[in-house]
């Protein structure tokens, strides 16, 4: 113990005198209140806590956007109501409250360190889940705040994730690939150069979440996300949005305008399947991950197979192309097929929905709900 001190002092010997003689950064001194050492050892006194309970208590960060309410209902029917804690920094609408698996939800802005560090100590916080990001084409359109939710927020989960031990579930996304990735397919690894800040900042993140991995123990787990489409929850401005937007246009107003061409191919998947991957691998024996970063798939498809298939169901869908330059040249740096090959064999990844299924899924779902809306 006196050495992890000592190694604790010496680090903020260096963080409080930089040699370079520049004023210590108010970010470093964080730092300084656990050394690395410390974090191994508050590891194992937070896996006490969490076999007392035998289930994960879960923060979810970012809760409001696409994915989060979805993936609180499946950790809530898992792990019991009380133990999943929705957050965001947005009011939840009434339906997050009125659902049946309505379960805590709170503000937290991850920009601010001291309340997320007083959420996970006041909850006894073991998993967190970090969804709270800016997306791909609102990125382009916010670069400053991008960087700052999607970089030094990130910062502040890393942290608060390796002082109090927590397993950390991070997504990426195949916007951490770029123009010259090999693109047909993409393997897990290989060259990442994206050309947006969006996914300048995913590379990021799993380059740092790796480095804790190896350098303080955490149990750091990500995976890189296709599109992902739901039908009760509204894509956050990515580039793969249309793939939402087509199935609510068709139902509502039987016409669509797609922003992509109609041969850009790309990775998509069913949000279920997309939440199901996120519980599995969150629940994988750490001995069966070779790696802490996988792309998962489930299919791939372009805009113009997507409307044929939707036409199968609505034939008298209109379809009229009005490219927007943005997401077009940020669809054309990404994936178009992504070989999640190594997913599928250590962790058993299994994808459920295929197009067919899906559109059949996404049509059914809306139509039912556009029906009620209009009965009311
Ligand atoms: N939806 C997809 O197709 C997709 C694909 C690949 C990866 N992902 C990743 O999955 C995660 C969730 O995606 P999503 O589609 O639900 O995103 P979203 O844009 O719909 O939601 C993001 C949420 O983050 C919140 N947020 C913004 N700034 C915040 C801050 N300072 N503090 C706390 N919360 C803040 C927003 O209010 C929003 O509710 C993201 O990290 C995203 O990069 C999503």
Known sequence: MPVFRALARAAQQTVLTPGCGCRPLA?????????????????SFHSVSFSETDHPKVLITGGLGQLGVGLAKLLRKRFGKNNVILSDIRKPPSHVFHSGMTGPFIYSDILDYKNLREIVVNNRITWLVHYSALLSAVGEANVSLARAV????????????AEHGLRLFVPSTIGAFGPTSPRNPTPDLCVQRPRTIYGVSKVHAELMGEYYHHKYGLDF??????????????PGGGTTDYAVAIFHDAVKTGKFECNLKPDTRLPMMYIDDCLR??????????????????????????PEELVAEVQKQLPDLQVTYNIDPVRQAIADSWPMNFDDEN??????????????????????????????????
């Open 150 to 161: 999607n970089i030094t927020g990130l910062h502040n989960i890393l942290d608060i994730a």
């Open 221 to 234: 787990r990500c995976l890189r996300y296709p599109g992902i489409i739901s039908a009760d929850s509204q």
């Open 27 to 43: 970010l470093a001194v964080r730092h300084i209140s656990f050394s690395p050492r410390q974090v191994t050892s508050d590891a």
């Open 277 to 302: 991957a996120t519980l599995e691998v969150m629940e994988s024996p750490a001995e069966q991950l070779s790696m802490r970063t996988y792309n998962i798939n489930a299919m791939s498809f372009t």
């Open 343 to 376: 997913a599928r064999r250590e962790w058993g990844w299994k994808h459920e929905y295929d197009l067919p299924e899906l559109v059949t899924t996404m049509l059914n779902s809306i139509g039912a709900d556009s029906r009620i809306a209009s009965a009311n």
